[in-house]
T-cell receptor
Framework: GQQLNQSPQSMFIQEGEDVSMNCTSS?????WLWYKQEPGEGPVLLIA?????ELTSNGRLTAQFGITRKDSFLNISASIPSDVGIYFC????????????FGKGITLSVRP | DVKVTQSSRYLVKRTGEKVFLECVQD?????MFWYRQDPGLGLRLIYF???????EKGDIPEGYSVSREKKERFSLILESASTNQTSMYLC??????????????FGSGTRLTVV
């Protein structure tokens, strides 16, 4: 099945740095979501975006729904060690009950 | 607190065994999903269900079956476990409609090892 494009597979940053991740597709999506998965746990929803151009924050996290509706961005500011985990993007196309399409995820490591 | 509960966090089974992975949600969600997660491959959809007694194949259904006899419970069955089914299995549920879309709620996962 189709997957969204997330790269690189892994990112390594220093504590205190900002980090940006993007998620791209060749298709249009109506909803974009960002999840975080901590080691040994299931993914947890961080931010949901519903409208092209929308910018939404959740604490140190900010995400944007791309104008073309084919991409989304997540920014984490002033990273801390507990930001480590796998960050997944997901998109949903138009149509009631359409399934989510996921990216493969980016594993973030934060060096103290 | 709303929850998706997977019955086991860790399982070790022998090749050829029949394995049942159970998932229960308390949110009255219509939709339930089973994924497997492997390093570098992301989340791959095995089966999903939009209603009781309904099931549809996902992207990798081979070697698996599912059962949904009650709305809150969705079971994944490995008919004859093989070593290539060693993986993390994630259950998720969702309800979609109206103006809100909160995506899926995931369970904590079951790490299955087949020896």
């Amino acid at each position: 099945g189709q997957q969204l494009n997330q790269s690189p597979q892994s990112m390594f940053i220093q504590e205190g740095e900002d980090v940006s991740m993007n998620c791209t597709s060749s298709s249009i999506f109506n909803t974009w979501l960002w999840y975080k998965q901590e080691p040994g746990e299931g993914p947890v929803l961080l931010i949901a975006l519903y409208k092209a151009g929308e910018l939404t924050s959740n604490g140190r996290l900010t995400a944007q729904f791309g104008i073309t509706r084919k991409d989304s961005f997540l920014n984490i500011s002033a990273s801390i060690p507990s930001d480590v985990g796998i960050y997944f993007c997901a998109g949903r196309k138009a149509g009631a009950n359409s399934k989510l399409t996921f990216g493969k995820g980016i594993t973030l490591s934060v060096r103290p | 607190d709303v929850k998706v509960t997977q019955s086991s966090r860790y399982l070790v089974k022998r090749t050829g065994e029949k394995v049942f992975l159970e998932c229960v949600q308390d949110m009255d969600h219509e939709n339930m999903f089973w994924y497997r997660q492997d390093p570098g491959l992301g989340l791959r959809l095995i089966y999903f269900s939009y209603d009781v007694k309904m099931k549809e194949k996902g992207d990798i259904p081979e070697g698996y079956s599912v059962s949904r006899e009650k709305k809150e419970r969705f079971s994944l069955i490995l008919e004859s476990a093989s070593t290539n089914q060693t993986s993390m299995y994630l259950c998720a549920s969702s309800s979609y409609g109206g103006n809100s879309d909160y995506g899926y709620t995931f369970g904590s996962g079951t790490r299955l090892t087949v020896v």
